[in-house]
């Protein structure tokens, strides 16, 4: 899909009729050529009426830093990975999306419904940038804001999280008959953990690669770079850099309660296994006491007891309470 926006007021239409923003005098003044999973003749007609070269996704995927930022006369090819979430999956992911910077426009090509864009739009409908580099200023402002308030969420999320681990497993694990659902608690807690690790994994992608492209347009800066829009290139930049720093302490955390919680699932299952050792240990003395009665010798005294039977039911019972009550006394139950 195509989006064309403009500072011009009236409404018009691109040669294969996609809604536009504004024509003036016939000529398009278009400033932001956005391609959302555009198709072929989208691309080539944004191609003819810019006279540059749109890159592919091939492209886009790049990792080298030297294919990701260059520059090809008087336009800046940009390119980073930016986080989305999927709509059939519900799960993160990462998409390339490239930008095209020249004086006049801004070109931006991906392949999925970014969040981001969609609030720059509304925003640029409302206060129209005039230029490409005010534009692509506006829409990294709006990227950027969006990686903050998602990684907001997650930190938000792993306080939860935190809260949910030693609030309410801590004093469950300490007991030794655990609650019915305590295991189906680690579980979902481990997936949570999860989720929001490898939310903040994407959003690193996304961090490095506008943490390159900043520094890159400040050192070459074009001349048609105004000293405005270079204070506010300095001024992304420190908010990424600020940005990164709060994705790395919520890596720790995130690591934190991954351990944290494995811990939990080690105690748990130390508890089984301790359950398991005192059933078998109360289990030993009676065992032995029965063997011993169990055996077919004549001269065994106790056979000839009048209350034999009950004797031997009573050291069965005794043999089996005193190990409890020693390791009660103990401190081991």
Avoid at 4 to 13: F, R, V
Wanted: proline share 5%; glycine share 8%; aromatic share 8%.
């Amino acid at each position: 899909m195509l989006t064309l926006h403009t500072g011009a007021a009236p409404a018009g239409s691109f040669p294969d009729g996609t809604a536009a923003e504004g024509r003036s005098s016939g000529r398009l003044s278009v400033v932001w050529f956005d391609l959302c999973d555009a198709t072929a003749q989208e691309i080539a007609e944004v191609a003819h009426a810019t006279g540059l070269h749109i890159p592919a996704r091939e492209e886009l995927s790049e990792i080298e830093t030297s294919s990701r930022l260059r520059v090809v006369g008087d336009a800046l090819y940009l390119s980073s990975p930016l986080v989305y979430r999927s709509d059939s999956a519900r799960i993160p992911a990462s998409t390339p999306v490239g930008f095209v910077l020249t004086r006049s426009f801004l070109v931006t090509v991906r392949y999925a419904k970014l969040t981001a864009f969609t609030m720059f739009a509304e925003r640029m409908a409302a206060e129209p940038a005039n230029d490409g580099p005010s534009a692509f200023l506006g829409l990294t402002d709006a990227i950027i804001d969006r990686m903050a308030d998602v990684l907001e969420t997650v930190g938000t999320e792993l306080d939860l999280i935190s809260h949910r681990i030693f609030n309410d497993q801590t004093r469950a694990v300490s007991r030794l008959k655990r609650p019915v659902n305590e295991d189906a608690n680690l579980r979902v807690i481990l997936r949570r953990i999860g989720h929001a690790g490898e939310l903040t994994s994407k959003i690193r992608d996304g961090l490095l690669g506008m943490g390159r492209i900043l520094p890159y347009a400040m050192t070459t800066r074009p001349v048609w770079f105004s000293e405005e829009l270079g204070r506010r290139l300095e001024t992304q930049r420190q908010d990424m850099a600020s940005i990164t720093d709060y994705e790395g302490h919520l890596i720790n955390k995130v690591q934190f309660l991954l351990d944290a919680t494995m811990g939990l699932i080690g105690i748990a299952q130390s508890n089984v296994f301790k359950v398991l050792t005192v059933v078998s240990i109360i289990g030993i003395p009676p065992t032995l006491i029965a063997g011993i009665y169990g055996m077919n010798f004549k001269n065994i005294p106790e056979y000839d007891w009048a209350f034999g039977y009950q004797y031997g039911i009573g050291m069965l019972i005794l043999s089996a309470v005193v190990p409890w009550v020693w390791m009660k006394w103990r401190g081991w139950l």
